[in-house]
């Protein structure tokens, strides 16, 4: 897993939390993905939603996209469609995926980069591997995350940020074994580059074999980690978690003069896995606490948004897609009912 790779050792260190003043969130929920087929035909894990939307609240959906080792032709993406109401972050750890969308954004997500796509007031996207990988196939492993936009913020207009893998924030635990990017959001006195309306942390950490990680944490936001790759546990509890499971935390009980969350990898690991560790997201955002209409790929608080947002997709209202492109027939190609 190439994801941005560096020696914890070189690294500026996290704090290391009082035991005794802060305030361990515990785990009150674990919810192993389900599997979906999207876009063209590619496989993801996806835990939530599927679960209560109110404990990933401000995240609308988590897709794991393998890893997979594709043959020749087997690399798949989706057509152009359309999206409104929120925000969605591809990362790319292995592999690549072109982007691109009616704003002129895009380019090439490989090995570690972040595409940040505000759909805001209305966009079209199209996300595809790229020829060389669709050609001679190889190791493709990716997440998309979608991030909810409160009300007053739904008709932005779309903006699109290219976030390189230089770019990300290197952090290493207090006790030098493990390695934390910060792509959005901030721990300690530390700043992902992502640019965000709804105030969140994404997080991407290796934990080496056995080691302990413990993490500051804002009081005003909820906790989620999800397992990329690898096993361990979560929790002062030590509740196991294997890849593709999620784990959500319960809220702060202000307790102690902190808040923090503590993740312990497993002592041995999955060969595929190898020496690096075990791989996890750490989520956490400040829960918007709004309605939510969601159909196919509009979000927005009430119905009659929902029946707009589809009026005005039809009408021409969310961008032209280049006219050298022939669009496939979109998603939001369809009736309300």
């Known amino acids: 897993m190439p994801a941005v790779t ?33 876009g063209e035909g590619f496989e993801v ?78 966009i079209q996207h199209i996300e595809q591997p790229p020829p060389e990988l669709v050609a001679k196939g190889g190791l493709f492993h990716g997440v998309q995350l979608w991030v909810n936009l409160p009300r007053a913020q739904k008709w ?16 290493a635990a207090a006790d030098g074994a493990s390695l934390v990017r910060v792509i959005a959001g901030s721990l300690g006195e530390y700043e992902g580059p992502g640019v965000t309306y709804t105030p969140i942390n994404y997080l991407h950490a290796t934990v080496a074999p056995g080691a302990r990680l413990t993490l ?47 993740v312990r990898a497993a002592d041995r690991q999955p060969t595929a896995v190898g020496a690096s560790g075990w791989e996890i997201l750490v989520l956490g955002g400040l829960p918007i606490r709004e309605p939510i209409a969601r159909y196919g790929p509009f979000v927005m608080n009430t119905r009659e948004e929902i029946i707009q947002a589809f009026e005005d997709f039809q009408a021409g209202r969310m961008g032209t897609i280049p006219a050298e492109k022939v669009p496939h027939r979109s998603a939001a190609d369809t009736t309300l009912t």
């Open 6 to 38: 560096a020696d914890p050792l070189t690294l500026p260190r996290l704090p290391r939390l009082s035991e005794a003043d802060t305030d361990w969130r515990r785990v009150a929920k674990v919810v192993t993905a389900s599997r979906h087929l999207e």
């Open 156 to 171: 932005v207009p779309p903006r699109y940020q290219d976030i390189e893998a230089r770019d990300v924030t290197l952090l």
């Open 45 to 122: 894990r996806r835990p939530f939603p599927g679960m209560d939307l109110a404990l990933a609240d401000p995240f609308l959906l988590l897709d794991h996209m393998g890893a997979v080792e594709y043959a020749p032709g087997e690399a798949k993406g989706t057509p152009w469609h359309p999206h409104r109401g929120f925000e969605t972050v591809t990362y790319i750890m292995d592999g690549a995926f072109q982007h691109q969308d009616t704003t002129g954004g895009g380019g090439l997500i490989t090995d570690g980069a972040t595409q940040w796509m505000t759909a805001g007031a209305g």
């Open 216 to 262: 500051p944490w804002p009081r005003e936001f909820n906790a989620l980690v999800y397992v990329l790759a690898g096993r361990g546990a979560v929790g002062v509890e030590e509740v196991a978690l294997d890849e593709g499971q999620l784990a959500v935390f319960g809220g702060s009980h202000h307790r102690g003069e902190q808040d923090g969350l503590v």
